[in-house]
C-alpha cells in the first residue's frame, strides 16, 4: 500500500510518515499542492492524506483537479479546527472522510485501514488457501493461528495477497513497500521474502521465486500440481 501525504506542516508531517511507515505503509511526502498534484499524476497512490491548507496550490485544488482527472483514490482530508466550510466542500468535492488537527495517531490509522479496505472493494478478511487476512486489524491466521509479522513483512504479505497469486515483480515490490528516499535494495525485498516465506510454509502457503521475474504466492494444493 502507497500513501501520498500532503502537508507543509513538517512536525505533522514527519508524525504522520513515521507512524505509517512503522506499520508497513510506502509513504511519500508533497509539502506543497504543486508537489501534490505532480506526484498523483505520476504514481499510483492507495490513499492521499491532504491538508487543505496547503501552499501554492490549495488542498481543495489538488482535490478537484485529481476528481476531474477521473480517479476514485481515498482522500482522507486533514482540516483546522476552525476549517468546517472548508471540510464541507471537500467532501462535496469527493473527499471519503477527514479528521480535524490536533488528531490521535490511532485514531487516523484506523481510518487508513478503512479507507484502503474500501477502495479495494474487498471483504475485510481475505482468504488464500489456510491463510487469511484480516484487513481492517491487519492481521495473518494461518489455520487460525495468528502470524507474527514484522511491518515490512506485513506489507510484503499484503502486496502479495492483493495481486491473489499472480505474479509480482521485484520493482513492484519496492514501489509498494517503498516511499520516495526509502533506500530498499532488491537484496533486502529477497531477505523480506526469505523471512515471510519461512512463516508462511509450516501452514503450507508459498512463497514462489520466478526466476528473473519475481513472486507469486501459492496454495497448498497449486503445489502438489506444480
Ligand atoms: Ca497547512
Same mark, same amino acid.
Given at each position: ?8 506542516? &513538517? ?6 510518515? *513515521? &507512524? ?39 488542498? +481543495? ?23 468546517? =466550510?472548508? @471540510? ?22 484506523? @481510518?487508513? @485501514? ?7 472493494? %474487498?471483504?475485510?478478511?481475505? #482468504? ?32 502479495? +495477497? ?9 520493482? #513492484?515490490?519496492?514501489? #509498494? ?5 526509502? =533506500? ?12 515471510? *516465506? ?9 512463497? %514462489? ?12 494444493? =497449486?503445489?502438489?500440481?506444480?
Amino acid at each position: 500500500m502507497r500513501i501520498l501525504i500532503a502537508e507543509d506542516d &513538517s512536525i505533522i508531517a514527519d508524525g504522520l510518515c *513515521r &507512524s505509517l511507515r512503522g506499520s508497513g505503509y510506502a509513504v511519500d511526502r508533497a509539502a506543497n499542492g504543486m508537489e501534490a498534484d505532480t506526484a498523483l499524476v505520476s504514481t499510483a497512490y492507495d490513499l492521499l492524506i491532504l491538508d487543505l491548507g496547503l501552499p501554492k496550490l490549495s488542498g +481543495l485544488e489538488v482535490l478537484k483537479r485529481l476528481r476531474s482527472r477521473g480517479s476514485a483514490l481515498p482522500v482522507l482530508i486533514l482540516t483546522a479546527m476552525d476549517g468546517t =466550510e472548508d @471540510r464541507v466542500r471537500g467532501l462535496d468535492l469527493g473527499a471519503d472522510d477527514y479528521m480535524v488537527k490536533p488528531f490521535e495517531l490511532p485514531e487516523l490509522e484506523a @481510518r487508513v @485501514r478503512a479507507l484502503t479496505r474500501r477502495s479495494g472493494g %474487498a471483504a475485510p478478511t481475505v #482468504q488464500f488457501g489456510p491463510l487469511s487476512y484480516d484487513q481492517v486489524g491487519r492481521v495473518a491466521l494461518i489455520d487460525g493461528e495468528p502470524l507474527d509479522l514484522s511491518a515490512r513483512e506485513l506489507g510484503l504479505l499484503e502486496v502479495l +495477497l492483493s495481486r491473489s497469486g499472480r505474479l509480482v515483480s521485484k520493482d #513492484q515490490l519496492v514501489d #509498494q513497500l517503498c516511499g520516495w528516499g526509502e =533506500e530498499v535494495s532488491h537484496n533486502a525485498i529477497e531477505v523480506y521474502v526469505h523471512r515471510l *516465506r519461512k512463516k508462511l510454509e509450516p501452514g503450507g502457503v508459498r512463497i %514462489a521465486t520466478v526466476r528473473g521475474l519475481g513472486y507469486c504466492l501459492e496454495k497448498p494444493q =497449486e503445489n502438489r500440481s506444480a
